[in-house]
């Protein structure tokens, strides 16, 4: 089973970028769907994105669609998100999460392995 570590997260302005990333131990990581959810204060946490085991098929919540980019480079253990044109209505603890199967799901429930998230702000 894979651990992981999200970095990346931080405050910024409306309509600024930034890239999280998920670190992840164990030698099996390649074989997982990864993706990012996201959890604003009083919400649910809903689904980001997520991406196949060998990067080449990704599945993105529609509220984030041509704004977020999810990668994964499996030689190096990481997944990232690459966020651009913030909106205020982004601010959210992130979370990144690992599931064994292939398909490409949006339910949290699906997920067995979590980070500890990491905090996105993003002013107006």
């Known amino acids: 089973q894979v651990q992981l570590v999200e970095s990346g997260g931080g405050l910024v302005q409306a309509g600024a970028s930034l890239r999280l990333s998920c670190a992840a131990s164990?030698?099996?990581?390649?074989?997982?769907?990864m993706a990012w959810f996201r959890q604003a204060a009083g919400k649910e946490r809903e689904f980001v994105a997520a991406v196949g085991w060998n990067g080449r098929t990704t599945y993105y919540a529609d509220s984030v669609k041509g704004r977020f980019t999810i990668s994964r480079d499996n030689a190096k253990n990481t997944v990232y998100l690459q966020m651009n044109l913030l909106k205020p209505e982004d601010t959210a603890v992130y979370f990144c999460a690992a599931r064994a199967g292939s398909a490409l799901l949006s339910g949290s429930y699906l997920y067995g392995t979590w980070g500890q998230g990491t905090q996105v702000t993003v002013s107006s």
């Open positions: 164990g030698r099996t990581f390649s074989t997982y769907t």
